[in-house]
């Protein structure tokens, strides 16, 4: 079992920066790829960005954050991190992470453990 705890989230203007956290306890840390989705109000969960297991050497986005968004993590916090740039209104959603195997890749079914999300919201 991994518990997950999200913070870090809060309201922020646009073109502003945010961020997130998410703290992790129990199973060795870093043997889990991690993820970062978001869900705003009548949408679906939606895939993020995801960084591999360990170094953390491979990363993954979602097209419409590529550039803004920093996915990071420290194993020796067991922490992984989302540095969110430049924020813009459509970002305003619920923040989840989410732990999974190495292939989770940006699928939400490929993640096991998931925190309980931090409020994003970005005003115009």
């Known amino acids: 079992q991994v518990r997950l705890v999200e913070s870090g989230g809060g309201l922020v203007q646009a073109g502003g920066s945010l961020r997130l956290s998410c703290a992790a306890s129990?199973?060795?840390?870093?043997?889990?790829?991690m993820g970062w989705f978001r869900q705003a109000p009548g949408k679906e969960r939606e895939f993020v960005a995801a960084?591999?297991?360990?170094?953390?050497?491979?990363?993954y986005y979602l097209d419409s954050v590529k550039g803004r968004f920093t996915i990071s993590r420290d194993n020796a916090k067991n922490t992984v991190y989302l540095q969110m740039n430049s924020l813009k209104p459509e970002d305003t959603a619920v923040y989840y992470c989410?732990?999974?195997?190495?292939?989770?890749?940006?699928?939400?079914?490929?993640?096991?453990?998931w925190g309980q999300g931090t409020q994003v919201t970005v005003s115009s």
């Open positions: 129990g199973r060795t840390f870093s043997n889990y790829a």
């Open positions: 989410a732990a999974g195997g190495p292939q989770s890749g940006s699928s939400l079914d490929g993640y096991e453990f």
């Open positions: 960084i591999g297991r360990w170094s953390g050497s491979n990363t």
